[in-house]
């Protein structure tokens, strides 16, 4: 069984596209993240959400927007994108809210914009 | 300003070479210290959490330490499919920072 799984694997659009990645986790946490790694491979936080409340938004372009239907869900929604939103992006959960739990990623959702 | 490196950046090893990782940080107030496993192509992997100094974990052939200014992943008798990045992150206050990993390849 998939504990955060996220769709699609990969993502080729063009400049200018609105697309959006989705993120579920079946292991009952109550905060989920949204990651990217860019192409040195550092590891960035966007979004953090606990229990459907945004707790940490860090300082993202507002053109991304995570949307969270309920806490089992957490879906990332880029409006515009631009070359350099290429990346991987993770989604994560977590048990405890805050900074000082462990994180459960999922398999990363390659994003290309040409 | 706060941060967090990690050494060297890669690391060849033969099989049963033991060898250490070092995650240096500079921050105040850490709430915790973690160490995770990436597999290319995969996400991070959760492997040890550690909260003062003085603290051990330890997982069949990965310890890691914590000290005041950083943390060590000791890897004992390494085998090939060790080989991973090991990334380091930092929890403090309501900041949580990677570090930028190293990447280990164990030769057979």
């Known amino acids: 069984d998939t504990a955060v799984s996220q769709t699609p694997k990969y993502l080729v659009t063009q400049m200018g596209n609105d697309k959006s990645i989705k993120c579920e986790q079946n292991?009952?946490?109550?905060?989920m993240y949204w990651y990217k790694q860019d192409s040195k491979k550092f590891l960035k936080i966007m979004f953090s959400?606990?229990?459907?409340?945004?707790?940490i938004n860090e300082t993202v372009p507002n053109r991304f927007s995570p949307k969270s239907p309920d806490k089992a869900h957490l879906n990332l929604h880029i409006n515009s994108l631009e070359l350099g939103d290429s990346a991987v992006y993770f989604c994560a959960s977590s048990p405890h809210r805050g900074m000082g739990t462990e994180a459960f990623f999922g398999q990363g959702t390659r994003l290309t914009v040409v | 300003e706060d941060q967090v490196t990690q050494s060297p950046e890669a690391l060849r090893l033969q099989e049963g070479e033991s060898s250490s990782l070092n995650c240096s940080y500079t921050?105040?107030?850490?709430?915790?210290l973690f160490w995770y496993r990436q597999d290319p192509g995969k996400g991070p992997e959760f492997l040890f959490t550690?909260?003062?100094a003085g603290e051990e974990k330890e997982k069949e052939r990965l310890k890691a330490t914590l000290t005041k200014k950083e943390s060590f992943l000791h890897i004992t008798a390494p085998k090939p499919e060790d080989s991973a990045t090991y990334l380091c992150a930092v929890g403090y206050g309501q900041n949580f920072v990677f570090g930028p990993g190293t990447r280990l390849s164990v030769l057979p």
């Open positions: 959400y606990n229990n459907k409340e945004l707790i």
């Open positions: 921050v105040s107030g850490l709430r915790g």
């Open positions: 550690l909260y003062s």
């Open positions: 292991l009952g946490h109550d905060t």
